[in-house]
């Protein structure tokens, strides 16, 4: 069984009110797939995952590096977001490094508002490697700052709507 690493936590701040702060735990805020879009807090860690590139990891084991629940894992397998290598059928699912990233990517995905539609069709078009190069991922990252700059827009709007509102209201 390989160890976990992963890297010391950077405290980030977002503007307007929006506070994203690491902790030691990968995507701790992530309750997927049934996740509230209105959390908007998003903790996260760098995940490093130091094994041999060959091995293979179980679900348990994945799930606790991911902080993904197994059953959203069976689920973005279903869907054919994730694949698992298994010896015979009924064999337990084992997932790759390459894997373990793509479960990253998932989760920063749906934080920055994709949902598992627009991640399917996104992560078609990665090759199915660590690290991924930045003529890869460069487009990809826009397309993901768009949607969070958007996201950004909407709330901002949400305030002023509510501003005003409460202002009327107390007329």
Same mark, same amino acid.
């Given at each position: ?11 980030? @701040? $977002? ?6 702060? #690491? ?11 049934? =996740?509230?879009? $209105?959390?908007? !807090? +998003?903790? &996260? ?7 041999? !590139?060959?091995?293979?990891?179980? *679900? @348990? ?13 069976? &689920? &973005?397998?279903?869907?054919?977001? %994730? ?11 084992? &997932? ?6 793509? /479960? %990253?990517? %998932?989760?920063? !995905?749906?934080? #920055? ?5 627009? /991640? #399917? ?21 826009? *397309?993901?700052?768009? =949607? /969070?700059?958007? @996201? +950004? $827009? ?5 305030? /002023?709507?509510?501003? @005003?509102?409460?202002?009327? #209201?107390?007329?």
């Amino acid at each position: 069984m390989c160890k976990r690493k992963l890297c010391e936590p950077a405290l980030f @701040r $977002a503007t307007d009110d929006f506070t994203a702060s #690491a902790s030691n735990r990968v995507l701790q805020s992530m309750d997927l797939p049934s =996740r509230s879009r $209105a959390n908007h !807090a +998003v903790q &996260y860690v760098c995940p490093e995952l130091t094994c041999p !590139a060959d091995e293979l990891i179980h *679900i @348990r084991e994945m799930s606790e590096r991911t902080s993904v629940p197994a059953s959203s894992l069976r &689920y &973005y397998e279903k869907l054919g977001l %994730i694949m698992s290598e298994r010896e015979t059928s009924g064999s337990q699912r084992r &997932y790759s490094k390459s894997t373990f990233y793509k /479960i %990253i990517l %998932i989760t920063l !995905a749906q934080s #920055a508002g994709f949902n598992l539609d627009e /991640i #399917a069709e996104q992560l078609r078009n990665l090759p199915d490697i660590h690290p991924l190069p930045p003529k890869v991922w460069g487009p990809l990252h826009k *397309i993901w700052e768009r =949607r /969070i700059d958007q @996201r +950004v $827009a909407e709330l901002k709007q949400l305030k /002023i709507n509510l501003r @005003r509102c409460t202002r009327d #209201a107390s007329r």
